[in-house]
């Protein structure tokens, strides 16, 4: 599991057995007795993050919780940029090394606190404890800042770090504020009740699957163009949530009554029926013309002279067409 404070950039890494509320409330404990007690947590919707056990106890500490929309990674972007670098860590050290994934990991957390971040431009280490040093200095600085004041020096280095960091980290969000929101445009607007299909690409089954699953019926409207959705068949009664952006109409199937509906309704529009001037121009058409004038409106008969016979009128340029409109004259 990895933890990383969003100031600092400090991570943590541990290795869990199952997913579930008690190994997730072990590593809780660790990183509060540490750090203390969170304003904020953003996490993504696992199974065991969303269960009533934590959350009731998160709501007795205290502690928000704010929940990211499947498929908007980066609604969590922090944490998934740890994810991506640990586990190109892992696969050389299990791959190459062959060694046991959960018994790197502390080694792992070592190099990742000391490397400098390019958006604070310092290490996590150096902005949580105002010093450049491995772990067992961070022991040693705990130990003297018990036993005697700290080195006025020391802090305010790490005061005037953390100052700059957080100026780095203002520009840094506006700068991709104006990048990403650039070419972005107003998604489309759904209502309670409307049917929609969600895009999820972590289901995809292959390179033929589209993708797309459903179909839902939103349930909510919610906050920034998210909302809460419900699938109308083998749901049990689990709700989930969906961004405007993955969410696409869903106008209903083709069933045997639509499918009727839609003949019957063509029945009334042939133009074998209802339009009778419509002729189709090939030869059996042009023979059944020749033989019965009447069916063809374009044959003319001269009866001013005695003797007349019948004279077809010559055909319009243009290119030819299934369906023609009829000559009138």
């Known amino acids: ?44 919707r696992g199974r065991m993050l969303e269960c009533a056990a934590f959350k009731s106890w998160m709501q007795v500490l205290g502690v928000e919780l704010h929940y990211i929309t499947p498929e908007m990674h980066q609604a969590n972007g922090q944490v998934e940029r740890y994810v991506r670098t ?14 046991q994934w959960a018994d790197e990991l502390w080694q792992l957390q070592l190099i990742l606190n000391l490397t400098m ?8 280490l150096n902005l949580l404890v105002g010093h450049e040093s491995a772990t067992p200095a961070i ?37 991709m504020d104006a990048r990403v929101n ?11 009740g409307d049917h929609v299909f969600v895009i999820k690409f972590a289901q995809s089954t292959g390179k033929l699957d589209h993708g797309m699953r ?8 919610l906050p920034n163009d998210r909302y809460e959705l419900k699938l109308l068949a083998g749901s049990y009664g689990k709700s989930t949530y969906a961004a405007a952006q993955y969410m696409v109409p869903w106008r209903g199937e083709w069933t045997p009554e639509s499918c009727s509906a839609f003949f019957e309704g063509n029945d009334d529009n042939d133009p074998d029926q209802s339009q009778p ?9 042009e023979q059944a013309a020749v033989d019965d004038p009447e069916l063809d409106p374009s044959v003319r008969l001269d009866a ?19 369906l023609d409109m009829p000559i009138l004259d």
């Open 1 to 44: 599991m990895l933890v990383v404070d969003a100031f600092t950039k400090y991570c943590i890494l541990t290795p869990i057995q199952r997913q579930d509320f008690s190994e997730l409330q072990r590593v809780c404990k660790n990183v509060i007795s540490l750090f203390g007690t969170p304003r904020l947590i953003v996490c993504d």
């Open 182 to 192: 650039r070419e972005r445009r107003p998604p489309r607007m759904f209502q309670e």
């Open 214 to 221: 459903g179909p839902y019926r939103v349930l909510r409207v």
């Open 139 to 175: 022991r040693a600085l705990v130990r003297d800042v018990a036993q005697a004041p700290s080195a006025v020096n020391r802090e305010s280095r790490r005061e005037m770090a953390r100052q700059r960091t957080a100026e780095q980290l203002s520009n840094n969000q506006r700068t």
């Open 304 to 322: 001013t002279e005695p003797g007349s016979s019948t004279q077809h009128e010559e055909p319009r340029p243009g290119p030819s067409r299934g």
């Open 277 to 285: 001037g419509l002729y189709l121009e090939s030869d059996q058409s």
């Open 117 to 124: 971040q390019k958006t604070t431009q310092s290490s996590a």
């Open 86 to 99: 640990v586990l190109n860590m892992l696969r050389i050290e299990v791959t190459y090394k062959k060694r």
